[in-house]
Every structure is written in structure tokens, then in C-alpha cells.
């Protein structure tokens, strides 16, 4: 069994360097989160995908450590040629992350929006409403204006 030392670097290497002992290039990066985080079962990480950002999400939910450490951690041991596609996968997966957050919040405001509307709608109706009967009660009494004394006075045959 090959034993594993740190280097100055922080890269592990192996004290043997047995070109067979070296099949999964992920095992380094096991490895050292092992070393770094001992609590971690060795057998539930080799079933995790090989990419930087489900190895940092499965050590996240396992230990109390800071995001960006793990993937400190990780990204340093990972292998250099992640392909492309991944790479291009992972940051899609994050910017859909950040575009759903504001759309939730932009829906949850809209949504109490329409929860409110019928307040306003309400209030406004009833607005319209008094300014509607105030107009047509003016309108009424206008129509039905009585003449006033001097009209009377002035229509009266006695000054014509």
C-alpha cells in the first residue's frame, strides 16, 4: 500500500511511485480531502461525480467549513483537464442558480402585487363612484333650478 507525504507545494505524492498505483487521477484529490477532513467516509466520496463542484457540494454538506475553502481544497488536487463541456455545464448551473433567485423574488413581489390590486381597485371604483353621483346630483338640481325672486318679479305682467 503506497504511503502518501505532502510537499512543499501541498501536492501529495506517493512514496512509491509505482506508474500502476496511479489508474484514477481523482484519488489525489480524495486523498487529500481525507487528510483535510477525516470525517469523511472514503468510500461515499469515491461515489461522487469527478468534478470540482460535486465534490465541493458533498464535503459542504458533510463538515463545517467554508465553501470556498473546500474548494480551495479540492480545486487544487482536481485534475488539470476537466473538459469543456463540463467546465461550460458548471457555470451554466450556476448562473441558472443566480437568474432563479431573481426570478422567485420577482415573482413574490408580483404576486403580492396581485394580492393588493383588488384593494386598489376597489378603493379607486369607489372613488369614481362619489365623483359619478356628485356629478349627477349637480346635474339634477341644475336641471330643475327654481327661478329666483327677481326672475319671478321680472316675468310678472306688471312691468310689461
Not at 467546465?87 to 441558472?96: I, K, L, N, P, T
Not at 422567485?104 to 353621483?133: C, W
Request: net charge negative.
Amino acid at each position: 500500500m503506497p504511503t502518501h507525504t505532502t510537499t512543499s507545494n501541498n501536492r501529495l505524492t506517493d512514496s512509491d511511485s509505482n506508474p500502476q498505483s496511479a489508474t484514477d487521477p481523482w484519488d489525489q484529490v480524495f486523498t487529500a480531502i481525507n487528510i483535510r477532513w477525516p470525517q469523511i467516509n472514503q468510500d461515499e466520496l469515491k461515489q461522487c461525480d469527478r468534478s470540482v463542484d460535486d465534490l465541493t457540494e458533498f464535503v459542504a454538506s458533510r463538515v463545517d467549513t467554508q465553501r470556498d475553502e473546500i474548494e480551495s481544497v479540492v480545486s487544487e488536487f482536481a485534475p488539470a483537464h476537466e473538459s469543456p463541456l463540463r467546465s461550460f455545464v458548471d457555470q451554466a448551473h450556476r448562473a441558472g442558480e443566480q437568474v432563479s433567485n431573481s426570478v422567485h423574488s420577482a415573482v413574490e413581489r408580483m404576486q403580492y402585487e396581485m394580492d393588493e390590486l383588488p384593494v386598489k381597485t376597489s378603493l379607486t371604483n369607489l372613488a369614481i363612484g362619489f365623483g359619478l353621483g356628485v356629478l349627477a346630483t349637480t346635474m339634477y338640481f341644475n336641471s330643475r333650478r327654481q327661478r329666483t325672486t327677481w326672475q319671478q318679479i321680472r316675468s310678472n305682467r306688471l312691468f310689461q
